[in-house]
DNA sequence: ACCTTTAATTATCATTTGATAACTAAAATA
DNA sequence: TATTTTAGTTATCAAATGATAATTAAAGGT
């Protein structure tokens, strides 16, 4: 049986990554594009490519309201579909060049904002840092 | 100048936190109460005691709208309002007896689930885990 | 060929959330 | 004491999000 205060600590810490996140990309977001719409756009910026069907199963959305979405992104010149050659019933989605290029624009604002973060670390303690993020990528959060 | 290698581990990583508790979380939300609303929950759970000011700050959320939710959550019988004795402006928030079985009761399905993904690791490595959590938690999500 | 399933879209409605103005009351300050 | 500031509330409107039914078209299976 593990130690339950090492799940408190979780606990603690997943809110604080909300936080941490909410704070340092709460003023960003653009004028053009709603916080579900981020949220399509950072998942196809980080791991395209994806189907209207893949994106409503990890945003936890239906896929109705995921097309709506889609559509308007579209409609932004953000996003694109293309029909999957070997399954005429598939879109596949991918970023436009402007859709990278926001998206591009708003991690560098983020990059920023962590440098701030961690600009009293040394580069000793940097490397730790990126150890403990894949520790628990690999561990907990996959 | 740091590695920005270490950036792009940092986007990924905070990704996968919020598909991660998106992932545990999701299917539990109680009928009575809304994301946000859950949101306010967690955070008393978490630190409490909080003014609607504070509140309102952390969730960056307007204070009107932060009273209407509290609103509702004292309806709802989760949380109480106290006049504060130093200064009669001030309202201190507080989860009730039901609010606080009801958030134990969420964090420990979520525990379930943390428990799953975390079985097959040797106490070793939760060790190595616990001190992840404590390194990020120090030098990034503060 | 016929039926079923899968993928996606459109349309519609209800709920949630965000934004803002107007207001009350208690403190702080001049 | 008069004025200003702070903390909070209520009301209202707009926008975003969620939920569901109906529809189209391609693929798969019989």
Redesign the pocket.
């Known amino acids: 049986m593990q130690d339950s205060a090492l799940f408190q600590q979780l606990i603690q810490f997943v809110t604080s990554v909300h936080q941490a996140t909410a704070d340092m990309t709460g003023d960003i977001q653009h004028d053009a ?7 399509i756009l950072e998942y196809l910026a980080v791991s395209p490519p994806q ?6 199963v990890c ?14 992104l ?1 409609e932004k010149g953000l996003c694109e ?1 293309m ?11 991918h970023l436009t060049t402007e859709g990278q290029q926001l998206m591009e624009n708003i991690f560098s604002q983020i990059e920023v904002r962590f440098r701030e973060r961690t600009r009293n670390l040394s580069s000793e303690e940097l490397e730790q840092v990126g150890q403990a993020l894949q520790l628990l990528q690999n561990h907990v959060f996959f």
């Open positions: 594009i709603t916080p579900v719409q981020y949220k189907t209207p069907s893949s994106i409503s945003m936890h959305m239906s896929l109705p309201n995921t097309s709506r979405e889609l559509r308007k579209s579909k029909s999957d050659p070997s399954d005429g019933r598939k879109q596949v989605i």
